[in-house]
């Protein structure tokens, strides 16, 4: 990154502006695309824009760790596996990547339900505030880290999981009637346990490094974005096939199959808007893994740039595109969210001079 050093507050403060960014393009492009085409907007189906927003990211992601040839990570070691050679990091990151392949898409099938969107975004943002405060206590007892948890971080959970609970308090009678959808079920438990498996060997591997064995997070997203894109692949070409050999039939994938089969207009712009999805992979994974921080510290960082990040593009989607304002809810919200950055911030100073002193962290 420009001119910081690699675990720095300064680093980490790019890694959050850059997330914040593609993440409000990213918040804007949904609006946009899913917005009515009564209303000049291109007016897609959720599952369709899913699929083209999906290729344009993964294939830009993809394309980048490729040429950069980022797959060429450090190791603690080697293995041999069916006569293949490979890091043993490759046991667990690849089982990561497949846990990714499962976050992208069930993220946008939520609010393809006939469910409460605002109950399962606050499902989803509050899982991996509280995902990542479990991973720190399992990986403490087990010995894996080292290092404790602040006092502040723990506060700014609390915080952090009041501002997503806020919405709860609008949310109208019959706003959990998901609990009674099967396939809301499962789709929200898929990514919630999927994000405790990412999440979980992410802080693995950032724990376990060897003695002057470099955390590779360039590295480890080449090889989970490898894993995602196979997968991603196997299964939706299980989808495209899936009514006429399974006899599978449902709007969800009738959709998807008519994404590709019969593209409708604007979906190479949607490709396109994709790629700012892909880049927020980039920095969300480089802030989940960020050097000597904790899961607590990481998943709230992430968490609370991207809320910000959200409540930012229904701002500038209202001021441009004459989209709605934000509510009551996302103000009364955004207050609890700063007051978990400013215990956050009050963290990331104790834990940086901590480094510091440990030499784990060059001065700047």
Do not use: H
Not at 316 to 342: C, K, R
């Amino acid at each position: 990154m420009l001119r910081t050093k690699d675990g720095s507050t300064g680093r980490l403060l790019q890694l959050c502006v850059f997330y914040f960014i593609f993440y409000v393009i990213t918040g804007i492009s949904v609006k946009y695309f899913l917005g009515s085409s009564e209303l000049g907007f291109p007016g897609m189906g959720n599952v369709q824009y899913l699929f083209y927003s999906t290729t344009g990211g993964t294939l830009f992601a993809l394309g980048i760790v490729l040429a950069l040839r980022w797959y060429k990570m450090q190791t603690n070691g080697y293995i041999t596996f069916m006569g293949i050679r490979m890091p043993e990091e490759f046991v667990y990151i690849i089982p990561s990547g497949v846990c990714t392949a499962v976050i992208i898409p069930t993220t946008t099938l939520m609010y393809s339900l006939p469910i409460s969107v605002m109950v399962a975004m606050v499902i989803m943002r509050g899982s991996v505030i509280i995902i990542s405060r479990i991973v720190d206590f399992l990986q403490i007892r087990s010995g894996i880290l080292k290092k404790k948890v602040y006092r502040e971080e723990n506060i700014a959970v609390i915080f952090a999981i009041l501002a997503v609970l806020i919405n709860l308090f609008w949310i109208k009678e019959g706003g959990f009637d998901f609990l009674y959808n099967t396939a809301a079920v499962v789709i929200l438990s898929s990514y919630i346990v999927s994000y405790f498996i990412r999440i979980y060997i992410m802080n693995y591997y950032k724990n376990t490094r060897g003695k002057n064995i470099k955390q590779d997070n360039k590295g480890f997203f080449a090889v989970e974005q490898i894993a995602a894109f196979i997968t991603l692949v196997i299964v939706g070409t299980i989808l495209f096939y899936s009514p006429q050999y399974f006899g599978w039939e449902n709007p969800q994938i009738n959709e998807f199959t008519g994404a590709i089969l019969d593209p409708v207009k604007d979906w190479g712009w949607a490709i396109f808007a994709g790629t700012a999805f892909g880049a927020v992979a980039f920095f969300s994974v480089f802030i989940f893994m960020f050097k000597g921080r904790t899961a607590t510290f990481a998943g709230l960082v992430n968490r609370l740039t991207s809320l910000i990040a959200g409540t930012t593009a229904t701002l500038i989607f209202y001021v441009f595109f004459g989209g709605n304002f934000p509510t009551v809810e996302d103000w009364v919200s955004l207050v609890f969210i700063l007051a978990a950055v400013a215990f956050i911030s009050k963290a990331e100073k104790k834990r940086s001079a901590e480094l510091k002193l440990s030499r784990e962290l060059d001065e700047e």
